[in-house]
């Protein structure tokens, strides 16, 4: 199954831009996903991106995709401290997706 | 907007103990599943439910678990004897259609139960 790595922690000053990083292992998976939760909520899906794209972007969030590399990325631009929470990337399973341990970010006033 | 939900938020018990962790998602969904997180490792596959019957399994999901869907609206976690290792974040997961590598799908999740096991 697919293998999914991300560090662990962020802490950006509110107003720049935040890059979250993923690596991946499955080079056959079509749909990359990030999801984010806040504090005391359950995951919840921000954005996917198809493999047959190198960018998606979503107003502040852009999507940046690296299949030589296997690298996936999060950008937030104009980080607010709304969006402080636990960002994961996920790649599909059969029947289910296979998680990061998420990146913690943190918004620095 | 509909969500899922899932009680308790936070369980203890003694190990050896049987836990029933319990979720009730998305009423239209048709597919369900759970997944834990080790605090500090990454959120791993326990299994998924389809049309009431497990779907797919990870290696995790052993003898000492089972779930099921005994009413129309919840879907449980069991965990036979619960282990000091099976402290950790529970989550419930449900969604409409079935995904996997080639289709694109959302799962929607619960806030979590937190099992500690001690």
């Known amino acids: 199954g697919e293998d999914v790595e991300q560090s662990l922690f962020l802490s950006v000053r509110e107003g720049d831009s935040s890059v979250i990083n993923c690596t991946y292992t499955?080079?056959?998976?079509?749909?990359l996903y990030w999801y984010k939760q806040e504090p005391g909520a359950g995951l919840q899906l921000l954005t996917y991106?198809?493999?047959?794209?190198d960018m998606k972007q979503d107003q502040r969030l852009t999507v940046l995709l690296n299949k030589k590399d296997k690298h996936l990325s999060l950008r937030i631009a104009d980080t607010q401290t709304g969006d402080s929470a636990i960002y994961f990337c996920?790649?599909?399973?059969?029947?289910?997706?296979?998680f990061g341990t998420g990146t913690r970010l943190t918004v620095i006033p | 907007e509909p969500e899922v939900t899932q009680t308790p938020s936070h369980q203890v018990t003694q190990m050896g103990q049987e836990v029933i962790l319990r979720c009730v998602p998305i009423?239209?969904?048709?597919?369900f599943y759970w997944y834990r997180q080790i605090l500090g490792q990454k959120v791993e596959f326990l299994v998924s439910?389809?049309?009431?019957?497990?779907?797919?399994k990870s290696e995790i999901f052993d003898d000492q678990f089972s779930v099921e869907r005994p009413d129309g609206s919840n879907f449980t976690l069991k965990i036979r004897s619960t282990k000091l290792e099976d402290s950790a974040m529970y989550f419930c997961?449900?969604?409409?259609?079935?995904?996997?590598?080639?289709?694109?799908?959302?799962?929607?999740f619960g806030p979590g139960t937190r099992l500690t096991v001690t």
């Open positions: 991106i198809f493999s047959n794209m």
């Open positions: 997961a449900s969604s409409e259609t079935s995904g996997g590598a080639d289709v694109s799908y959302e799962q929607y």
């Open positions: 439910f389809y049309n009431n019957e497990i779907s797919e």
């Open positions: 499955d080079s056959s998976s079509t749909y």
């Open positions: 009423s239209n969904h048709l597919y």
């Open positions: 996920a790649g599909p399973g059969a029947n289910n997706l296979f």
